[in-house]
């Protein structure tokens, strides 16, 4: 194994100085401890991410997607959040993907947000339900024209030969859907994820950070703090 150099070295932690300063951000972009009386996770979400949007310069509502493939190994790609209400976390994408054919095959899935310019991250477990065909079909006559050519043209998750075959496939399809509305392939669809558990985490200097957990039963939700 390389040691590290100068070019590779991880950098050395921060100083008490660093951290004095970095806990005064941490407050500042944190607040109370008025997270803790919620009793219910998907209102305190909800917030965050309209926090979120306000602060982080792209994509606030991207998300690490987790799912298990058909030997149990993780896998994880980054997907864009489209809806959140009391049912769960909804995304969209193609059905013969990697990650369609996984959660057909394994329907749970693990989300993660982290907002790296509010210092809060958010952990999801649940399990995973398509939408229905009219969500999908709303969701799609959203999207830009680019887009749903796109949905057409990419065999998602197959080997591509070049980047020419490509562009010859959305040539093709922009063609064929010339002066008409794009439909939604049936392969293009999304999913939700029922939340089963919620944690948040917010940062703390000298990694005693806040971590709040909600889980849900049959009566329910019920909360928690766990140890940094």
């Known amino acids: 194994m390389t040691p590290p150099t100068a070019n590779n070295a991880i950098p050395a932690s921060p100083d008490r100085e660093t951290y004095a300063r970095d806990y005064a951000a941490a407050l500042a972009a944190n607040g109370d401890d008025a997270i803790f009386d919620r009793t219910e996770p998907i209102g305190l979400f909800v917030d965050w991410l309209a926090d979120a949007g306000r602060h982080e310069i792209n994509d606030p ?69 398509p939408v229905s065909q009219a969500e999908a079909d709303a969701y799609f006559a959203t999207r830009a024209r680019e887009s749903q050519i796109g949905a057409w043209a990419s065999d998602q998750s197959r080997p591509l030969p070049g980047r020419d075959a490509l562009n010859q496939a959305i040539a093709r399809e922009t063609t064929r859907f010339e002066g008409q509305n794009v439909a939604r392939p049936e392969r293009w669809t999304g999913w939700r994820v029922v939340p089963q558990a919620v944690e948040f985490w917010r940062d703390r200097p000298f990694r005693l950070h806040d971590r709040l957990r909600f889980e849900r039963d049959a009566d329910g939700w019920s909360r928690g703090r766990l140890y940094p």
């Open 61 to 129: 509502n991207a998300m690490a997607l987790s799912t298990v493939d058909a030997d149990g190994a993780p896998d994880s790609r980054m997907v864009l959040l489209k809806d959140i209400d009391a049912r769960g976390f909804t995304f969209f994408s193609n059905r013969e993907s990697a990650k369609g054919l996984q959660l057909d095959a394994h329907p749970k899935a693990a989300l993660l947000f982290h907002w790296k310019s509010l210092r809060r991250q958010v952990r999801v477990r649940g399990a995973v339900e």
